[in-house]
């Protein structure tokens, strides 16, 4: 690989973090950005540390990609990580960026791909075509409220003649991602309520007022596969599956375990094994049709008697990427997505194959936040003033949260995911990596107030909960 | 209420600010032909439509962007020697010293005086869709509110909740918010009058604007 390469990180918080080491172990040089919301960030102090003054840049917001552009020329930067969210899945930007007078090397995959992958609409299309299952439901964003309308109440009708006794019918934002801008609907007078309510989010936070309209699927597990392929798209890899069913209630994960299940531990009224198989063969196909040429991660929803429907395609990065690489080897050696994603985004060759990657053990991510499980899982905003937990070998943690003290201590900016850190727990089956998991969260220390003085609220205590319950349908 | 008289002297005794001029964007810096000393003048117009004095351009990724004078007043600072290099996002450029409008002595006036419903934390603030409606086809003052009312929608995070007005019932008379930026905890949304006091903030109004002479 070119050691000749400077990487634009174009994101911010823990990912910048993780992007920063994973340049260090590539041995390649980086350029960070920040907000002023984000001064005291970890990506900040940590870049400083590791690359002097000349390797931070201020910027207006992480959404201007003029800014981001023009610091990447400032500093001589090659290539840009767009880590996740902001313009990770941007294919306008990813195009822009590998086409402009200076190009450079956009790590994720190219925008032919997020362009035709990106969009769950597009994707939704694509699979149909291909025999992979979908969720039923409108395959385009829906702006006319008598259409919608007519998509709900044939989608109750379906439901009705499949003998569902209450059946629901899910209302999204189509711009939206990460579980926001979601709410399920019980009936017809119901749905022209929660569809307003969503055209109306939807406008306000993401600009576009498009509406996706489909099946709920009750009593499902959320299951990953994660992908990996070179520039050359043509042999993709998989780095297993994952689960991601522990989520707030509004749908956004708060746990992940790898694999996806764990039939020698745990009996499921399925072949799990054939489903598990089965979901990585339609995400390879599908990465192989369009030759997919980067890290991404293909979503499912499995039902209670095993049925998967494929969701959509997430071309980036994910948060939860490291549990997948905390199981997985590589000609029997750890393996860091991300400096995967960085290396053969770059032109390396992928330089094994999916023969040479094998499976140990199990692996929990658990998203650190601070937040209120009992009051809707509302954001918990103010100052951090402990942040600890004790060191182990089968334990990472990521956290853009710097060190602090009373004297000391970290504001949560409120413009931002609230993620505070991401644990990676490790077990060689799943009793011990449970044991290790309440452990772990048993020792961890994170404390604070807000500005009435009431003390910080976590979904710590809700993590201990449910790692009694995973990879359990 | 404040005795007006009193808060109008305060304000004649310390009639100017001084407001920092600061790059809206990271790029490159070139400063227009002005200079320190000059008179500059903010967005003007009925609907602000009107540009104020070009102070700087700053060119990012080819798109240049101009820095304008966002209020009336003399350019006190410039600093000349960052002209031409790559400025960062919130980096000083100048420093305007700006005389107070009628506007705006109006504005610190109704919020002393009035009932300021705040924000109770640091979000962006919407009001809720048919209030918002009314506000932007017919004026805030035409919105009538009481203590309970679903008035907002607070939005951090990404995450909206809905959040209740508490005070007394009245017209809204002002909206101090922007719905595209964060609001700090304890900064004043709105103010709230009452219908008995109505008359009585009219006079005010008027007694500014015969009163209150702009100045420079």
């Known amino acids: 690989m070119n050691k000749q390469h400077k990487v634009l990180i174009a994101n911010r918080g823990e990912i910048a973090v993780r992007i920063i080491q994973a340049c260090r172990k590539l041995g390649l040089d980086f350029v960070c950005v920040h907000t002023a919301e984000d001064a005291c960030s970890g990506h900040v102090s940590l870049a400083l540390e590791l690359g002097g003054e000349k390797s931070l840049y201020r910027i207006s917001s992480y959404h201007d990609a003029n800014e981001l552009l023009s610091v990447a020329d400032e500093s001589g930067a090659t290539a840009v990580h767009p880590g996740y969210g902001f313009f990770a899945e941007d294919f306008r930007f990813a195009r822009r960026v590998t086409e402009r007078g200076r190009p450079l090397v956009f790590l994720g995959p190219s925008w032919r791909v997020i362009r035709d992958l990106g969009d769950k609409i597009n994707t939704k299309r694509l699979a149909r075509s291909l025999g992979v299952p979908t969720v039923p439901g409108s395959d385009r964003p829906v702006y006319d409220e008598l259409e919608a309308e007519k998509i709900a109440r044939s989608l109750f009708d379906f439901q009705m003649q499949q003998g569902i006794a209450r059946p629901l019918v899910l209302v999204k934002a189509s711009a939206g991602g990460g579980g926001m801008g979601i709410e399920e609907v019980y009936d017809i007078d119901m749905f022209r309520q929660v569809y307003r309510r969503i055209r109306n989010y939807a406008m306000r936070q993401f600009k576009d007022e498009g509406v996706l309209i489909e099946q709920r699927i009750k009593d499902f597990n959320h299951l990953e596969v994660q992908v990996l392929s070179d520039r050359s798209g043509r042999h993709p890899v998989h780095f297993g599956t994952r689960n991601c069913s522990i989520q707030s209630t509004g749908r956004q994960k708060r746990l992940e375990v790898a694999p996806g299940f764990d039939p020698s531990s745990i009996h499921y009224d399925f072949d799990a094994k054939a489903l598990l198989d089965e979901i990585v063969m339609h995400s390879l196909n599908m990465a192989r049709k369009v030759g997919y040429d980067s890290v991404g991660t293909w979503e499912w929803i499995v039902t209670r008697d095993g049925h998967p429907f494929l969701m959509e395609v997430n071309t980036r990065i994910q948060v939860e990427n490291g549990v997948s690489a905390a199981i997985s080897r590589v000609k029997g050696k750890e393996v860091d997505l991300i400096a995967e994603q960085i290396r053969t985004g770059l032109g390396e060759p992928l330089g094994y194959t999916q023969d040479d990657i094998t499976f140990h053990g199990v692996g929990v991510e658990y998203r650190i936040i601070a937040e209120d499980p009992d009051n809707g899982f509302a954001p918990w905003v103010g100052d951090i003033d402990r942040f600890s937990w004790e060191e182990h070998d089968w334990c990472r943690v990521h956290t853009h949260v710097p060190p602090v003290s009373k004297e000391n201590p970290y504001t949560i900016p409120t413009e931002f995911d609230p993620n505070l850190a991401l644990a990676i727990i490790w077990g060689k089956d799943l009793a011990e990596v449970s044991a290790n998991g309440l452990a772990f969260l048993d020792k961890l220390r994170l404390e604070g107030h807000d500005g009435k003085g009431e003390a910080l609220k976590s979904n710590v205590e809700f993590l201990k909960k449910k790692t009694e319950r995973i990879l359990r349908f | ?216």
């Open chain 2, 1 to 216: 209420m404040r005795d007006i008289a009193e808060v109008m002297e305060e304000l004649k005794a310390a009639p100017y600010t001084e407001r920092e001029v600061c790059a809206p964007h990271t790029g490159v810096l070139r400063f227009s032909d002005i200079e320190e000393g000059a008179r500059v003048s903010g967005f003007t117009g009925t609907w602000k439509e009107i540009p104020g004095t070009h102070i700087a351009t700053i060119t990012r990724e080819k798109n240049p962007c101009k820095v304008l004078a966002a209020e009336r007043g003399v350019l006190q600072k410039l600093y000349r020697d960052l002209d031409g290099s790559f400025v960062e996002a919130g980096t000083p450029l100048g420093v305007i010293r700006h005389y107070l409008t009628r506007q705006e002595v109006v504005s610190k006036l109704l919020k002393e005086s009035l009932y300021a419903f705040c924000a109770p934390e640091r979000a962006k603030y919407y009001f809720v869709p048919d209030v918002d409606k009314k506000v932007k086809i017919l004026g805030c003052r035409t919105v009538s509110i009481h203590d309970g009312m679903e008035l907002f929608i607070v939005s951090r995070m990404k995450r909206e909740a809905p959040l209740c007005y508490s005070g007394p019932a009245g017209i809204i008379y002002d909206v101090y918010f922007d719905q595209t930026k964060n609001v700090d905890a304890g900064s004043p949304l709105i103010v709230v009058c009452p219908p008995e006091q109505q008359s009585a903030v009219e006079d005010v109004v008027a007694r500014v604007q015969s009163e209150w002479n702009e100045g420079e």
